[in-house]
Protein backbone atom coordinates (compact mmCIF):
# COMPACT_ATOMS: atom_id res chain seq x y z
CA UNK A 1 0.00 0.00 0.00
CA UNK A 2 1.32 3.66 -0.94
CA UNK A 3 1.25 6.07 1.79
CA UNK A 4 -1.17 8.90 1.26
CA UNK A 5 0.48 12.00 -0.74
CA UNK A 6 -0.69 14.62 2.22
CA UNK A 7 1.83 17.43 -0.04
CA UNK A 8 -1.07 18.39 -2.29
CA UNK A 9 -2.26 21.18 -1.09
CA UNK A 10 1.11 22.96 -2.00
CA UNK A 11 -0.04 22.97 -5.66
CA UNK A 12 -3.18 24.67 -5.30
CA UNK A 13 -1.21 27.05 -3.07
CA UNK A 14 1.44 27.43 -6.51
CA UNK A 15 -1.51 27.91 -8.49
CA UNK A 16 -2.93 31.08 -6.88
CA UNK A 17 0.22 33.35 -6.36
CA UNK A 18 1.06 34.64 -9.90
CA UNK A 19 -3.00 36.05 -9.96
CA UNK A 20 -1.77 37.46 -6.23
CA UNK A 21 0.96 39.17 -7.84
CA UNK A 22 -0.98 39.85 -11.07
CA UNK A 23 -3.60 41.35 -9.10
CA UNK A 24 -1.25 43.55 -7.11
CA UNK A 25 -1.06 41.70 -3.99
CA UNK A 26 2.13 40.47 -1.72
CA UNK A 27 2.14 37.42 0.76
CA UNK A 28 3.89 36.07 2.80
CA UNK A 29 3.08 31.73 3.12
CA UNK A 30 2.77 29.92 6.15
CA UNK A 31 2.55 32.28 8.99
CA UNK A 32 1.39 32.18 12.51
CA UNK A 33 -1.40 34.32 13.28
CA UNK A 34 -2.26 33.66 16.68
CA UNK A 35 -3.49 30.55 18.80
CA UNK A 36 -6.66 28.32 17.76
CA UNK A 37 -9.39 27.93 19.93
CA UNK A 38 -8.68 25.32 22.56
CA UNK A 39 -5.30 26.06 21.61
CA UNK A 40 -2.19 25.29 19.08
CA UNK A 41 -0.57 28.01 17.05
CA UNK A 42 -3.01 28.43 14.40
CA UNK A 43 -0.88 28.91 10.87
CA UNK A 44 -2.51 29.68 7.56
CA UNK A 45 -1.24 29.14 3.94
CA UNK A 46 -0.76 32.62 3.18
CA UNK A 47 -0.93 35.94 4.22
CA UNK A 48 -2.12 38.83 1.84
CA UNK A 49 -1.49 42.30 1.66
CA UNK A 50 -3.81 44.47 -0.52
CA UNK A 51 -2.37 46.83 -2.52
CA UNK A 52 -4.53 49.55 0.33
CA UNK A 53 -2.42 47.88 2.77
CA UNK A 54 -5.27 45.39 4.48
CA UNK A 55 -4.14 41.91 5.23
CA UNK A 56 -6.39 38.83 4.79
CA UNK A 57 -5.29 35.37 6.08
CA UNK A 58 -5.87 32.94 3.57
CA UNK A 59 -6.32 29.01 4.03
CA UNK A 60 -6.31 26.18 1.29
CA UNK A 61 -7.71 23.10 0.88
CA UNK A 62 -6.86 20.44 -1.35
CA UNK A 63 -8.98 17.72 -1.78
CA UNK A 64 -7.77 15.50 -5.10
CA UNK A 65 -9.48 12.01 -3.71
CA UNK A 66 -11.89 11.91 -1.28
CA UNK A 67 -10.06 12.28 2.17
CA UNK A 68 -10.05 14.11 5.16
CA UNK A 69 -9.93 17.57 4.46
CA UNK A 70 -13.92 18.15 3.80
CA UNK A 71 -13.81 17.34 7.37
CA UNK A 72 -11.49 19.83 8.35
CA UNK A 73 -13.08 22.90 6.57
CA UNK A 74 -15.71 23.97 9.78
CA UNK A 75 -12.76 23.93 12.20
CA UNK A 76 -11.15 26.69 10.02
CA UNK A 77 -14.38 28.38 9.68
CA UNK A 78 -14.23 28.77 13.27
CA UNK A 79 -10.34 29.40 13.81
CA UNK A 80 -10.48 31.78 11.24
CA UNK A 81 -13.16 33.40 12.25
CA UNK A 82 -11.36 33.79 15.73
CA UNK A 83 -8.54 35.18 14.34
CA UNK A 84 -10.07 38.29 13.07
CA UNK A 85 -12.48 38.85 15.44
CA UNK A 86 -9.49 38.93 17.88
CA UNK A 87 -7.27 40.81 15.65
CA UNK A 88 -8.86 44.51 16.64
CA UNK A 89 -9.05 45.42 12.88
CA UNK A 90 -5.74 43.99 11.49
CA UNK A 91 -8.09 41.86 9.58
CA UNK A 92 -11.34 42.36 8.22
CA UNK A 93 -12.23 39.00 6.54
CA UNK A 94 -10.34 35.55 5.51
CA UNK A 95 -10.71 32.95 2.97
CA UNK A 96 -10.77 29.27 2.72
CA UNK A 97 -10.02 27.94 -1.16
CA UNK A 98 -11.63 24.77 -1.80
CA UNK A 99 -9.31 23.40 -5.02
CA UNK A 100 -9.36 19.74 -6.46
CA UNK A 101 -11.82 17.10 -7.96
CA UNK A 102 -12.34 15.12 -4.87
CA UNK A 103 -15.25 17.04 -2.81
CA UNK A 104 -18.31 15.66 -2.10
CA UNK A 105 -19.57 18.41 0.10
CA UNK A 106 -17.70 21.15 -2.58
CA UNK A 107 -21.13 22.55 -3.48
CA UNK A 108 -22.75 22.64 -0.10
CA UNK A 109 -19.43 24.83 1.27
CA UNK A 110 -19.79 27.19 -1.21
CA UNK A 111 -23.59 27.93 -1.71
CA UNK A 112 -22.92 28.96 2.38
CA UNK A 113 -25.29 26.07 3.47
CA UNK A 114 -22.72 25.38 6.47
CA UNK A 115 -23.15 29.07 7.75
CA UNK A 116 -26.80 28.06 9.15
CA UNK A 117 -25.10 26.07 12.06
CA UNK A 118 -21.64 28.84 12.34
CA UNK A 119 -22.72 31.45 14.48
CA UNK A 120 -20.15 34.50 14.01
CA UNK A 121 -18.50 33.72 11.23
CA UNK A 122 -19.15 35.93 8.55
CA UNK A 123 -16.12 37.05 7.96
CA UNK A 124 -15.20 34.12 6.68
CA UNK A 125 -15.61 33.53 2.88
CA UNK A 126 -15.66 29.61 1.44
CA UNK A 127 -14.41 29.97 -2.19
CA UNK A 128 -13.60 27.71 -5.06
CA UNK A 129 -9.94 27.99 -6.41
CA UNK A 130 -11.28 29.61 -10.02
CA UNK A 131 -13.33 32.34 -8.02
CA UNK A 132 -10.06 32.86 -5.92
CA UNK A 133 -8.12 33.38 -8.74
CA UNK A 134 -10.56 35.60 -10.84
CA UNK A 135 -11.00 38.58 -7.71
CA UNK A 136 -7.29 38.18 -7.30
CA UNK A 137 -7.09 39.41 -10.95
CA UNK A 138 -9.38 41.94 -10.84
CA UNK A 139 -7.91 42.87 -6.94
CA UNK A 140 -11.43 42.52 -5.81
CA UNK A 141 -10.31 40.23 -2.37
Avoid at 20 to 32: H, M, P, S
Avoid at 56 to 82: F, H, N, R
Wanted: aromatic share 8%.
Amino acid sequence: MNPRDTTTGKVLEEMVLSALTKGGYTYREQIIIGRRPGGGKHRIDLLVKTPDAQQIPVSMKWQQVSGTAEQKVPYEIVCLADAVRKSQGKFKKAYIVLGGEGWTLREYYLNGNLQEYLRNCESVEIISLEGFVAKANQTEL
